[in-house]
């Protein structure tokens, strides 16, 4: 089979993407932590304040709600109304606890049915969260149906945004230009055909992209850029609607400022 010019120029950037990301992710961080971060460990705290701020990191620095709801079905995922009762049913053996923990940084591990698989792991970026988030954010989605047991012992010691290093935090750096990379989403790359990013665009056949950086990862951008379908179709819009053929017609330089400007809307 002939390879297309293009689609070995994409590997080779994604291959040179994935050694900065490689590189972005184990430069030590030497900023300080941003001031939101929420540090429960060794403190005492009571079951009620604990899903207290779960709920308060669902609605602001989790960005759960971009894609759920409680008590409202969405398009793009399920409604999390008794999720903390549901979650014993999900998986035979395991309890709901488990299923909650692993359903936040191993979101790929059970696809809930008719669902994409487009849950990023919310500990690693972009959303970061660290273990004491993570604790609070499983003791708010128990409260929805059932009984708040989880310690922070629950979550694993290799999850959560401080395990990574602060890698988590530290901003992945694509070697593209954000700049000639909106040129080509307006221009070359047709994308504003159907897409609306922040400012620009207004089409409704795609999914609004002005907050994509926000709740999808640097490598799922990339991924669904070349291959559409096999990153699953977004929930409420047609699967085969968004060209799988961009990895011929972009260039590699094209491809990586296209992903630099993606990665700025958030
Ligand atoms: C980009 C969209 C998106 C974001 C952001 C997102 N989720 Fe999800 N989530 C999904 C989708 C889609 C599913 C169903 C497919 C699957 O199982 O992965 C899901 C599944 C779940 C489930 C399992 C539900 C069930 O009924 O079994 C839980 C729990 C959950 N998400 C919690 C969260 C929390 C908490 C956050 C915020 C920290 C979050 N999600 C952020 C899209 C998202
Ligand atoms: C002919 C219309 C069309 C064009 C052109 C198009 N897309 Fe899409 N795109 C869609 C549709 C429809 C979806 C949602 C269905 C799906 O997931 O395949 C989508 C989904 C996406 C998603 C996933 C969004 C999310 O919330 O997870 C990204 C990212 C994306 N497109 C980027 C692009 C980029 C970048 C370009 C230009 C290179 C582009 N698209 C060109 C129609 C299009």
New binding site residues.
């Given amino acids: 089979m002939r390879v297309p010019v293009g689609v070995k120029a994409s590997v080779f950037a994604l291959l040179i993407m994935g050694s900065y990301t490689y590189f972005a992710n184990s430069i030590p961080q030497i900023e300080s932590k941003p001031p939101q971060e929420l540090s429960l460990e060794g403190g005492n705290v009571t079951p009620a304040q604990l899903v207290k701020a779960g709920e308060e990191i669902f609605k602001t620095k989790g960005t759960c709600e971009i894609c759920h709801r409680i008590g409202q079905a969405g398009t793009r995922a399920p409604d999390l109304a008794g999720v903390g009762s549901r979650a014993a049913t999900r998986k035979p053996g395991m309890t709901a606890k488990a299923y909650l923990i692993e359903s936040l940084i191993q979101p790929g591990a059970f696809i809930v049915p008719g669902y994409?698989p487009?849950m990023p792991a919310v500990d690693k970026p972009p959303i970061g969260l660290n273990r004491s988030e993570l604790w609070a954010l499983t003791a708010f989605l128990e409260s929805l149906g059932s009984t708040v047991d989880v310690k922070l012992d629950d979550i694993p010691k290799t999850a959560g945004a401080a395990a990574a290093g602060g890698g988590a935090t530290a901003e992945v750096k694509i070697p593209g230009d954000a700049k000639a990379g909106e040129q080509?989403?307006q221009g070359k790359?047709?994308?504003i055909?159907?897409?609306k990013a922040g400012k620009i665009g207004a089409s409704p056949?795609?999914?609004d992209?002005s907050q994509?950086a926000k709740?999808?990862t640097p490598d799922?951008?990339m991924k669904?850029?070349l291959d559409?379908?096999g990153?699953?179709?977004?929930a409420g819009?047609?699967?085969?609607?968004?060209?799988p053929t961009?990895g011929q017609t972009?260039t590699a330089k094209e491809y990586t400022d296209?992903v630099s400007f993606?990665l700025t809307l958030k």
Avoid: D, E, N, S
């Avoid at 990153?231 to 977004?234: D, H």
């Avoid at 819009?237 to 060209?243: H, N």
């Fill in positions: 994409p487009i080509v989403f790359g047709g994308c055909a159907c897409h056949v795609g999914p992209l994509i709740i999808q799922y951008i669904k850029i559409p379908r990153m699953g179709t977004v819009f047609p699967p085969g609607v968004m060209p961009f972009l296209l993606l």
